[in-house]
């Protein structure tokens, strides 16, 4: 019996060690959370805590500091202090046994929602009384999860033309998206991955960026111009749905969001001109062919020499209304032309502008290379001069040659007379005695 009562004497006296142990750490002081602002906080934001100390022990504590010590998903700020000196705490019966301390930290970008333990560290350096604990305070971290398509790098597509094609995939949420698979698909197949599938995997799109992935695409040469519907869906880890990351590191109950969107963009637009050089008139007009070689068709198609410096102009417009081309189309075009020199190749500039299958206007390009020989310039205004002096030259010498031609003319017919009476005479010189018989 007396065996028993030692032994709960010294289990009481144990007991009340132990507690006395307990307060002597401590001396009565509490270190609680006031409030955080946002509440709860975002990924990515600023969050400031105000921590209330209080004294509830019966002797003053002098020298007291509090000290923050962040640890991931929390990090310090530049230019914000992690420790504050609050002097001396006051008994329990003072007014000053309790104060209030501000603290402003950054929430890291990629964590998950949940309930997450921000370290405090209070302690003095009172000799008579030090005071040394060490709390978790826990803070409230939401997230929320969303993505859009922000842009599509091309709005139109020109038939049998690799293009390279885009998509900026932008965070809107305030918490990281993860493990985010995009793809996409059009109508009919009408546009098609060239080089790889339509689907991509992007391991991490941060709070406010943008990730682009781009696709090398092809379309049917012969593909009717038009407008045609782009499908794209995008998956990703929902973190909303995620529970509490444990002590162990794990996640559990995992699932997938996803967001489904839709696109316009046009297959067609513009196309492509070749002009060569046929033929060239005696007169200076020089005539040119203007061919569709592209794969769209061409409406309205004007094509224009601008005023330029080795060309110039002689007579007539300097435009020529060609009308519709269809892909594969020609027809032909005539200026009057004056080279600016002779005997070398001038560049000349063409302009074609036209109606495109989008119905733009579209305004081209085009620089040839001609030769220009002396042959190939016009009549100048010598050449009158030239051609009356020859004229008049011409006149003369068939005046001449009709004037002498009717000179022997008339010389041969005289001849002629002085011939026959010659010979008339000498044939009655040879019979006198018929010549007689004639008088009787």
Known sequence: MTLICLSLCSGTALSASTLDLNRSLDKGISVDLLNQDPDPVKPGDVLEVRIAIENTGYNDIEDCYLKIEPEYPFRALSGEELSENIGTLGKRSEDDRRKVVKFKIGVENDVNEGKYPLKVYFYSTDRKNKVSLNRELTIDIDSESNAEIEYISVEKLIPGEKTSLVFGIKNVGNSPLKNSMFSWECTNDLILPVGSSNVKHINLIDVGETANV????????????????????????????????????????????????????????????????????????????????????????????????????????????????????????????????????????????????????????????????????????NMPEESNESSLFSYKLGLLILLGAVGFFIYKKHQKKLKEKDAEENWQGENPMEEKKTDE
């Open 214 to 381: 781009s696709f090398d695409v092809l379309t049917n040469v012969n593909t009717k111009p038009g407008l045609y519907k782009l499908d794209m869906v995008l998956t990703y880890d929902d973190i909303e749905e995620l529970q509490t990351i444990t002590e162990a590191g794990t996640v559990e109950n995992q699932k997938r969001k996803t967001i489904e969107s839709k696109a316009g963009i046009y297959i067609g637009g513009t196309t492509d001109f070749d002009i060569a050089f046929m033929e060239r008139s005696p007169t200076g007009a020089y005539t040119f062919s203007v061919s569709n070689i592209g794969n769209n068709g061409a409406n309205s198609v004007k094509i224009s020499i601008p005023l330029q410096e080795n060309w110039t102009i002689t007579d007539g417009g300097n435009s020529v209304i060609l009308g519709n081309l269809q892909k594969g189309d020609y027809t032909i075009a005539d200026f009057n032309l004056e080279p600016k020199n002779i005997g070398q190749d001038l560049p000349i500039k063409f302009e074609i502008s036209y109606t495109s299958s989008d119905g733009m206007r579209q305004v081209e390009e085009n620089v040839l290379s001609l030769y220009a020989s002396p042959a190939t310039l016009p009549i100048s205004s």
